[in-house]
């Protein structure tokens, strides 16, 4: 339970610090079905597209929210549909594809929905008897493979993947469909997220779920590099698949919802959040007629618990590392100084937020009814943990271990193997103008699991996100992209060939409008200025989408 004792930050919620909206406009337009566009456009160019850019942006996330007369509920149920910008010599082409899972495949042949994703049930068959509709009740419903949250790569192959067992194998060129891949198949996971890490040695590290007899885990899985000199065959791959450890479930009828995980050089970090999910609810909910998100609770009279790995031997620390109840999506960064981990990653005070994405929320008129969602939705900030990396029978009780002065965080001993935190705010109060932030970026390969400097995210003044920030870490000085009724998606940072500097290179940012049709553009913004280089313009409209990456060519 909360540890009272200690004093807070700051006395107020994320929310009660950042302004009130006031006169918001309607956005239905962002979370609206659309065509896929399967065949390469040209686009057009405005200002200058560095020519040193040279390979494709690849996103993904909802694009499809009705089947004949049956609609979806929540935003995270619509279709996947990735996009591919495909960037050369200055110039941009643009396609998309909806993915042709099961799930599509199934809904597109009954014209309805046939398959229950996170915020929609499926009802039953209406050309069955009543008995068989009765019964059909009954039947615990297959995970989805609706995987419309991100691009990520194992063994240099691409997949796209949501937060079940199943991902979908791509192809990063043509957007084509391949392979359903079952998690369970290579390792005794029941999901694995759509957020992994990967170390420079191309090995994919990323986290899943186990339940049974002997208790609920959470399990950090490695998926090591592909072999040199091994046959390419164009099927998927996730052999040698491993589970590196094994977390058990504080409460084990209430395990923990997590979106993410935190990886330094040699450590792990798996954030026990007071998002709960109701095990006999979960169990039940086909029966009650709930969807997943009706079963998922925020519940702070629980902690937030911090699991150390050792992510080369596996080993978790006996000490435990908790702090107030905090809710987090998406971790910055986290990298290893003198002894201390620490770990940057955007908080808020309260976990009710998921369920609150329905299509109905979403689609609010402008005005009185948007304004009073917006302003009950809670602000994610960006706040700095720090974890002391040696702690013992040795190590004395209610004194501050964060002994280096360029952190402000606080870590203490107050009993036996275990030690209570508070943060470190991570901003001067300019960023709050801006609503708080989400959806944080940095330069990935250089400065992942190490010090860094810059992290690059989106701001958020309205339900969705209305701005591109950059913050530099050292400072807390902020840089903003922004312009009225445009609303940008995660930023991507791409380094420069000739890159000496941590900001060296470009951002990458699709914007959307939803004032007008086919007003799409891909976004260039220099990294280091934070100033427009160019825009391609997309003669398509796109909806909102989710996540990113950016597929370097040769």
């Known amino acids: 339970m909360s540890n009272s004792a200690e004093p807070q930050t700051n006395s107020m919620s994320s929310r009660q610090r950042c302004p009130q909206g006031h006169g918001l406009q309607n956005i239905e337009a962002l979370v609206r079905s659309v065509e896929e566009t399967p065949d390469p456009v040209p686009t057009t160019i405005r200002g200058t597209i560095p020519t040193w850019i040279n390979g494709s942006f690849l996103r993904n996330g909802p694009g499809k929210f009705e089947f004949g007369k049956d609609s979806y509920t929540h935003w995270f ?3 996947a549909m990735m996009h591919r910008f495909h960037i050369c010599e200055g110039n941009v082409t643009y396609s998309s594809r909806f993915l042709r899972s099961d799930s599509y495949v199934c809904n597109s042949e009954k014209n309805r929905i046939v398959v229950s994703e996170f915020g929609t049930v499926a009802t039953p068959d209406p050309c069955k008897n009543i008995f068989a509709r009765f019964f059909s009740r009954f039947q615990i419903p297959k995970a989805t493979d609706n995987a419309n949250v991100n691009f990520v790569k194992y063994k240099g192959d691409y997949y796209v993947s949501t937060e079940t067992n199943y991902m979908r194998r791509v192809d990063p060129q043509s957007l084509e469909t391949k392979e359903k891949v079952d ?8 999901s694995a997220t759509a957020h992994p890490h990967y170390d420079r040695d191309g090995a994919t590290y990323n986290m899943g779920n186990s339940y049974g007899k002997s208790g609920f885990f959470y399990n950090i899985i490695r998926v090591p590099p592909p072999e040199e000199n091994a046959a390419v065959e164009d099927s998927a791959d996730l052999t040698g698949a491993s589970v590196v450890c094994s977390i058990r479930a504080s409460e084990p009828r209430k395990p923990s919802y997590y979106h993410s995980f935190v990886m330094s050089e040699n450590y792990i970090v798996f954030i026990e959040q007071p998002i709960k999910l109701d095990l006999l609810k979960f169990m039940l909910y086909r029966i009650q007629g709930k969807s997943f998100h009706k079963v998922m609770t925020w519940e702070p009279q629980y902690d937030t618990i911090f699991h150390l790995v050792n992510r080369h031997t596996g080993q978790e620390s006996e000490v435990q590392y908790r702090a107030a109840p905090m809710f987090t999506l998406h971790q910055i960064n986290a990298f290893e100084d003198n002894g201390l981990l620490v770990m940057d990653m955007c908080c808020g005070d309260d976990g009710d937020v998921i369920g609150d994405f329905t299509l109905e929320n979403l689609r609010r008129s402008s005005g009185e009814e948007m304004d009073k969602f917006y302003n009950s939705l809670c602000r994610n900030l960006p706040r700095r943990y720090v974890l002391p990396l040696s702690v013992d029978g040795q190590t004395p009780l209610d004194q501050n271990l964060v002994t280096l002065s360029n952190y402000k965080a606080t870590a203490k001993k107050t009993k036996p193997r275990e030690v209570y935190m508070t943060h470190e705010e991570l901003y001067d109060d300019g960023l709050l103008q801006y609503g708080g932030l989400e959806f944080p970026q940095i330069n990935y390969d250089q400065h992942n699991g190490r010090p860094y400097r810059y992290f690059y995210s989106c701001g958020f003044g309205h339900v969705l996100s209305d701005s591109l920030l950059k913050m530099d870490v050292h400072t807390k000085e902020l840089k903003v992209w922004r312009y009225p009724g ?7 940072f791409v380094a420069s060939p000739k890159a000496t500097e941590e900001d060296d290179g470009v951002i990458l940012s699709v914007i959307i409008t939803p004032r007008e049709e086919k007003s799409t553009f891909l976004l260039v913004l220099d ?13 398509v409209n796109i909806p909102y989408g989710t996540h990113g990456v950016f597929n370097k060519m040769g």
């Open 183 to 190: 998690w369970s198949k290579y390792i005794a996971v029941n």
């Open 77 to 79: 149920d619509g279709m």
């Open 527 to 539: 990294a280091k200025t934070f100033t427009e280089l160019g825009r391609s313009e997309v003669p």
């Open 486 to 492: 445009l609303y940008p998606s995660e930023p991507v």
